[in-house]
């Protein structure tokens, strides 16, 4: 596509509730990043793919989370058992996996958790 | 481990007057270094970046970033601000080497009064 899509854009869900956030990057870019925007914190890295590599998953909080990356195209970005503590505007960026081009953002799923 | 701080969590300009945000790193690999700009209610995007060529670099906007060395800075300017300058701004340092992921600083938001 012509952008970073993410899906849905809006989420609200109840403590202990599972999750899934979607990621939709650009056509062709093989490289694919999860970050966690929180007011005051800026974007916190998640984890990384790249290609047909292992993910760099050293930026998942904890166990809850876990990400795919299904046909090096579309991700979905999983939360079990949700916490207040998640809720957060979680980012997903794109590239052509060269870092010195930087990244492409999508606009965001905004997660509340009541 | 890489890292960026961003001096200054809120800076507060008048209309023509300059911008300065600043932006340290450590970085135990030679940097990519990237500003990034996020308006209200929109996404992130690339303001400019730094990958090893010219130490002086110009982004969109009338923005500029001049990497030092010796002070491990990357401070973001702009010599004669506009109200349409208000924004969140983050600094980024790469990783590791090429094909790795960003580490973002908490950002520092900039208010323009006339």
């Known amino acids: 596509g012509a952008g970073v899509s993410q899906s849905p854009s809006n989420k609200v869900t109840e403590k202990g509730k599972d999750v899934e956030l979607r990621c939709d990057p650009i056509s062709g870019h093989t490289a694919l990043y999860w970050y966690r925007q929180s007011l005051g914190q800026g974007l916190e890295f998640l984890i990384y793919f790249q290609g047909n590599s292992a993910p760099d998953k050293s930026g998942l909080p904890s166990d809850r989370f876990s990400a795919e990356r299904t046909g090096g195209s579309v991700s979905t970005l999983t939360i079990q058992r949700t916490q207040q503590e998640d809720s957060a505007v979680y980012l997903c960026?794109?590239?052509?996996?060269?870092?010195?081009?930087?990244?492409?953002f999508g606009s965001g799923t905004r997660l509340t958790v009541v | 481990a890489q890292s960026v701080t961003q001096l200054g969590s809120h800076v507060s300009v008048s209309e023509g007057a300059l911008v300065l945000l600043r932006c340290n790193y450590s970085s135990s690999v030679p940097p990519y270094l990237f500003w990034y700009v996020q308006y209200p209610n929109q996404g992130l995007q690339l303001l400019l970046k730094?990958?090893?060529?010219?130490?002086l670099v110009k982004g969109i906007n009338g923005f500029e970033a001049e990497f030092k060395k010796s002070e491990t800075s990357f401070h973001l300017t702009k010599p004669s601000a506009h109200m349409s300058d208000a924004a969140e701004y983050f600094c980024?340092?790469?990783?590791?080497?090429?094909?790795?992921?960003?580490?973002f600083g908490k950002g520092t938001t900039l208010s323009v009064s006339s």
């Open positions: 960026a794109s590239s052509s996996g060269d870092i010195s081009w930087g990244y492409t």
């Open positions: 980024a340092v790469s990783k590791g080497q090429a094909g790795t992921a960003l580490i």
């Open positions: 730094y990958t090893s060529a010219a130490t």
